[in-house]
């Protein structure tokens, strides 16, 4: 079909959809929406529509609505990185662009990666569940697909490499009657057609090994063994301090404002704190990665936040060992979302989430009493009715609720290619859910793109191996008088919940990824996370920080930028 007729089809199937007329153009194959719309959800409608030719390639889409809310770029603050040059530059610190920094690393390659926010993975990688999908749910075909099952049998190795809490827990799919024992079998052929590993059909016997205290009526189900779920804030950490310690330059607070290409190819790409020289640019932005495609003259997608929100409870409240699911919470998926579970995480809390819905603002990370009731009135009776041997789900029990925004293009696939237009840019973008999953095999993908275009030498020096020291809460008795013998601040309990000392504290302050808020802290040590949710541990590690990095105690933010804690005195102290 000729691009004008394609561009009157879109429109035409447009119109019928939404009842509203938006201008459609197409150009290499990318649709181009202009116009405005009465909603939100229209003008998302009316980019999926778009996406559901096969002649589009991707869509970009400009049609207005209100609420929309424009992306608006940092002013500078430094000229301090002007003049400094690296053979790489990746712009984004969550999972992908550190696993994508650590994997360049192995090459002789001088490499920085750029974050926006004070402190890595605080977007997306943030918000996640920290489940390691199988490929069971994604599209077979996809980018995403492939990116999933491979990355999924990366796992074992890349955890163990980088000393990461990971666990294989299972997905485990019952019936809980006998006509949905006739679907068990279905899982089975979907798991081998989605090239994941074949699933364990469990008896009654077997079930109860895996998933004890199931309710007498499930008599069988089946065990998709390879679902992980990990230690994603020590993730995050491990792939910064392994790629650091390989080389990379890592640079916080620093926000990519525009991207300089002469003759068709990179050159600099301009930030917060000036100007920083590259002949190969990886744009992993994550929510912002259409910004830095356009800032480079080659925006041919567009992404479309949609929010997922999730509630934890305390981890006294923890009846599943794998990641369970009944056959009624499986038919209630949508079209874009895998439609949230009951997923355990690693430290032993349970989770129920998330939730999909398609929001304005890129930051939304509001959390709404709506969503949390549509959490609870929907995976509640269903955990009561599966076990109803513990005790029942109780809203006291919830101990935090969070929000976050996936990436989500309109053509719903990743996107690892390198630029058709300019040369020395590779896109890594649209990593939305299961991105975390597929980490490792979207690095390993990005890695591929710039060997073979690049060719660079191998780095003789790279270290594989990270290794943590263990949380004081995971020591024995002896090696906790040691410890506190060689340094008395492990001691001295600071996060009574977690049992996280000020000796960890302190370590997190002045570690290689230095900490530099409260929350920064919260994701290196747990101090914070659990019970009380930082009510006694906030004011305590508010007065460490500002003793250890000598800045007053009004200075001390939760979580970076201007979210002080402290606005003053109520009053005057005399000496
Ligand atoms: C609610 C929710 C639940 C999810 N659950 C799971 C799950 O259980 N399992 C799973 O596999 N996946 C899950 N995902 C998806 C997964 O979190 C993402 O696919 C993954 O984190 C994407 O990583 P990323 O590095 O591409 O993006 P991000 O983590 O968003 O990182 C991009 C980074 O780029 C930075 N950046 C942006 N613009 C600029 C700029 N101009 N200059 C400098 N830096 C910039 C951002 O600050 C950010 O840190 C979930 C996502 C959400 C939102």
Not at 153 to 180: C, H, Q, Y
Not at 470 to 490: A, G, M, T, W
């Amino acid at each position: 079909m000729d691009k004008e007729k394609l561009a009157r089809t879109i429109k035409g199937e447009i119109a019928q959809a939404i009842g509203e007329e938006v201008i459609v153009s197409v150009r290499d194959s990318i649709a181009e929406l202009r116009g405005r719309s009465s909603s939100l959800q229209n003008a998302v409608d009316a980019g999926h529509i778009a996406a559901g030719s096969e002649q589009v390639r991707q869509v970009v889409n400009e049609i207005d609505y209100p609420g929309k809310m424009p992306v608006v770029l940092p002013p500078k603050i430094s000229d301090e990185l002007t003049g400094k040059e690296f053979d790489v530059v990746i712009i984004g610190g969550g999972v992908i662009g550190l696993a994508i920094a650590r994997e360049l690393s192995r090459f002789d390659l001088k490499i920085a990666l750029i974050e926006r926010h004070h402190d890595l993975g605080m977007d997306q990688t943030a918000h996640c569940n920290a489940m390691i999908h199988p490929a069971l749910l994604t599209e077979r075909g996809t980018l995403k697909w492939e990116m999933n099952y491979k990355g999924n049998a990366m796992w074992d190795e890349v955890a163990s490499r980088l000393d990461v809490d990971f666990k294989r827990i299972g997905t485990l799919v019952v019936a809980e009657n006998p006509d949905e024992e006739l679907f068990l079998p279905g899982v089975v052929d979907l798991a081998r057609i989605q090239n994941d590993p074949e699933p364990k059909v469990l008896d009654r016997e077997g079930l109860d090994r895996i998933e004890p205290g199931l309710a007498p009526n499930i008599k069988k189900g089946v065990l998709v063994w390879n679902t992980g779920v990990i230690g994603v804030f020590e993730l995050i950490i491990a792939y910064a301090e392994n790629a650091w310690a390989n080389g990379v330059k890592l640079f916080l607070d620093t926000s990519a404002t525009g991207v300089h290409v002469e003759g068709g190819s990179i050159k600099a790409v301009e930030t917060t704190r000036g100007r920083v020289k590259t002949r190969i640019l990886v744009n992993a932005a994550g929510l912002y990665s259409d910004k830095i495609a356009e800032l480079a003259g080659d925006r041919f997608f567009t992404i479309h936040p949609r929010k997922g929100e999730t509630i934890i409870f305390d981890k006294s409240y923890q009846p599943v060992q794998t990641v369970l699911a009944t056959f009624s919470m499986v038919g209630e998926r949508s079209a874009y979302s895998k439609g949230g579970g009951l997923i355990p995480t690693v430290d032993g809390n349970l989770q129920f989430g998330p939730t999909a819905e398609d929001v304005c603002d890129r930051e939304d990370v509001s959390t709404t009493s709506v969503a949390r009731e549509t959490l609870f009135n929907r995976f509640a009776p269903a955990l009561e009715r599966v076990k109803p041997h513990y005790t029942r789900p109780d809203r006291g029990t919830i101990i935090t609720h969070f929000a976050g925004c996936r990436a989500a293009t309109y053509k719903e696939d990743f996107i690892i290619e390198p630029s058709k237009k300019v040369k020395g840019l590779v896109h890594v973008a649209g990593i939305q859910s299961p991105g975390l999953a597929a980490a490792p095999a979207v690095a390993e993908r990005a890695k591929e793109i710039i060997v073979e275009n690049w060719h660079p030498a191998d780095n003789v020096k790279f270290e594989p191996r990270r290794r943590r020291s263990k949380h004081y809460s995971e020591l024995d008795q002896r090696e906790r008088i040691e410890l506190i013998r060689s340094n008395p601040l492990y001691g001295h309990i600071v996060c009574r919940c977690e049992h996280v000392s000020e000796g960890e504290i302190v370590k997190a302050l002045h570690g290689d990824i230095a900490a530099q808020s409260i929350d920064a802290i919260k994701r290196r040590t747990r101090s914070g996370s659990g019970r009380c949710q930082g009510g006694f541990c906030m004011p305590r590690v508010l007065e460490i920080i500002s003793r250890e990095s000598n800045i007053s105690k009004q200075l001390v933010t939760k979580n970076g930028g201007k979210s002080f804690i402290l606005n003053g005195k109520v009053k005057q102290v005399r000496e």
